[in-house]
């Protein structure tokens, strides 16, 4: 559990590790984003000549399912990244798999039909988060994204 600031930047640098060495791997260019710019995706990565816009995020168990943040702070009813993340795909890593889903299908998809799923509360990170819980054979089925490594 992340109880502490520290905890969470230790597991944010652990896990940014696990995709630079995906990205490495795979041959593809990688540019960081740093600062403010940060809020609206982590990187960007060059593949086959294209730049695309990359938010990485990652649980270190697999619950079989993706929590998509709709509320990043319940107290301060604060947007989750499914409203304000610019990014073109997230790459969400669980355990030692990697999946990468289509961003804009996401968010419409969501739009659409996020009364069906349920929704969890967590403590973790920054505050007490809302989140959808969509099983990965949906993201699927939906042809929202598959799974990478």
Not at 42 to 58: L, R
């Amino acid at each position: 559990m992340l109880n502490t600031k520290k905890e969470f930047f230790e597991f944010e640098n652990k896990t940014q590790k696990i995709f630079d060495d995906f990205y490495i791997k795979k041959g593809y260019q990688v540019k960081r984003i740093q600062g403010t710019a940060n809020k609206d995706y982590d990187c960007e990565v060059q593949i086959d000549g294209k730049w695309y816009k990359i938010e990485e995020k990652f649980r270190s168990s697999d619950y079989n399912d993706c929590l998509v943040e709709l509320v990043q702070d319940t107290e301060t009813n604060s947007p989750g990244w499914i409203d304000y993340c610019k990014a073109d795909y997230i790459l969400y890593g669980v355990g030692d798999k990697i999946y990468c889903i289509d961003l804009p299908q996401l968010k419409d998809f969501v739009a659409k039909h996020k009364d069906k799923f349920n929704k969890k509360i967590s403590k973790k990170g920054w505050g007490r988060t809302e989140n959808l819980v969509i099983p990965w054979y949906i993201i699927k089925a939906n042809n929202l994204g598959k799974r990478i490594k």
